[in-house]
T-cell receptor, first 109, second 114 residues
Framework: KNEVEQSPQNLTAQEGEFITINCSYS?????LHWLQQHPGGGIVSLFM???GKKKHGRLIATINIQEKHSSLHITASHPRDSAVYIC???????????FGKGTLLTVNP | GAGVSQSPSNKVTEKGKDVELRCDPI?????LYWYRQSLGQGLEFLIY????????KSGLPSDRFSAERTGGSVSTLTIQRTQQEDSAVYLC????????????FGQGTRLTVV
């Protein structure tokens, strides 16, 4: 069983919809990362969080340490949000990221 | 430079040949990481550098893989006697300090072994 589980694996939405991607992990962590990867593109770090909630533009990330769960929300989704969203965790002083398998988001106009 | 730079962006090589992949991290970033993204496998950690030393090489899949970093800056990942299963996108990332600081990723090198 992968230490980091994401759901859903694939998500199709209409422009303007509110999007939620979930991430659950089974190990103790010190930080959780949300990454974005466009087709054929590199990876962009969206958020790094260890508690609470962070917001950047239309993106919101939350984490519940007790429940070992994080969510990434996209408000007013747009076709340019179409990408793979990857959850990754680091544990203790461990700099190594353990990755989920990613969620492929497609936003249709 | 402004971001993490990797070269080449694409590399096609014949089975059995050696390849070198280069990563130029963001200036001032002391930590450098190599990851691999294989088709259908997701991302996996390969090796981590702090300065010029590699405290953790545990992700290197075999002794055909090696990496070095010189001057606390550029890193080279070398794959000897390439095999078809080495085909993947190799990603480099760097950060100011190792533990739990935001990492910045390069665009990756897509390696195809034929």
């Amino acid at each position: 069983k992968n230490e980091v589980e994401q759901s859903p694996q694939n998500l199709t939405a209409q422009e303007g919809e509110f999007i939620t991607i979930n991430c659950s992990y089974s190990v103790g962590i010190s930080a959780l990362h949300w990454l974005q990867q466009h087709p054929g593109g590199g990876i962009v770090s969206l958020f790094m969080l260890s508690s609470g909630k962070k917001k950047h533009g239309r993106l919101i990330a939350t984490i519940n340490i007790q429940e070992k769960h994080s969510s990434l929300h996209i408000t007013a989704s747009h076709p340019r949000d179409s990408a793979v969203y990857i959850c990754a965790v680091s544990a203790g002083s461990n700099y190594k990221l353990t990755f989920g398998k990613g969620t492929l988001l497609t936003v249709n106009p | 430079g402004a971001g993490v730079s990797q070269s080449p962006s694409n590399k096609v090589t014949e089975k059995g040949k050696d390849v070198e992949l280069r990563c130029d991290p963001i200036s001032g970033h002391t930590a450098l990481y190599w990851y691999r993204q294989s088709l259908g496998q997701g991302l996996e950690f390969l090796i981590y550098f702090q300065g010029n030393s590699a405290p953790d090489k545990s992700g290197l899949p075999s002794d055909r893989f090696s990496a070095e970093r010189t001057g606390g800056s550029v890193s080279t990942l070398t794959i000897q006697r390439t095999q078809q299963e080495d085909s993947a996108v190799y990603l480099c990332a760097s950060s100011f300090s190792p533990a739990n600081t935001e990492a910045f990723f390069g665009q990756g090198t897509r390696l195809t072994v034929v």
